[in-house]
């Protein structure tokens, strides 16, 4: 994006690594190599948004949230480049080549799209149920604190009452996302179980439309 604003400007381009960031998975297989692309990063581009420390040590855990969100090439190309323990940064012609101590890696998916039995066949897998209303309930208390007006009850009641409906498509019943959406909006908005807008509120914030 750097390089396209860059580009479009009509300004002098720099040299390549000045638009080269070191992410995620980099820092995860060879943090010294992150670290060095960074250095070069800040030299040739001092006006960009400054780095977060860095923390090294001899392992790390790598999360990988909803990957199956993200395009349906990527597990393939990340079950290739854990299992070489390298991959290529071809702008640089450069090769981060993972370092003695492998990362954890961490993935998580809500199935929207199916993994690829080769992908899923190298992972553990886990299957984590949906929390009940006292797990909700403490969701709610970590996120907003403590609960005055009784609204996290109320709200984990709802929430696992419209799971239960046969009526609503699996897709469209509400989970803990929709949960803690609501649980903001009658915070924020004042609303409180037996007040007129609590149930207009709790439908529109829990109850997925139809997506035609």
């Known amino acids: 994006m750097a390089w396209l604003s860059d580009a479009q400007a009509g300004a002098t381009l720099r040299p390549i690594a000045a638009y080269i960031r070191p992410g995620p998975l980099w820092w995860a297989f060879n943090a010294s190599s992150a670290e060095q692309q960074r250095g070069e990063l800040a030299e040739t581009s001092p006006g960009m948004a400054p780095f977060p420390p860095t923390r090294h040590g001899k392992r790390c855990v790598l999360l990988l949230d909803e990957i199956d969100k993200a395009d349906p090439d990527l597990p393939n190309a990340l079950l290739e480049a854990l299992g070489e323990r390298r991959f290529p940064v071809p702008p640089l012609a450069r090769e981060v080549t993972r370092q003695a101590e492998p990362p954890l890696v961490v993935i998580t998916t809500n199935e929207y ?14 299957r984590l149920d949906l929390p009940d209303a006292a797990r909700l309930v403490e969701i709610a208390q970590y996120h907003f604190g403590p609960d005055t007006r009784g609204i996290y009850e109320a709200l984990a009641v709802k929430c696992l009452g419209l799971r239960r409906e046969q ?32 149930d207009w509120l709790v439908e529109l914030t829990m109850q997925k439309p139809e997506v035609e």
């Open 113 to 126: 799209r199916e993994l690829s039995r080769p992908f899923l066949r190298r992972c553990v897998q886990l």
């Open 167 to 198: 009526v609503i498509a699996a897709e469209q019943r509400p989970g803990p996302a929709e949960y803690l959406d609501a649980v903001r909006a009658c915070a924020s908005l004042g609303v409180t179980p037996g007040t007129p807008q609590w």
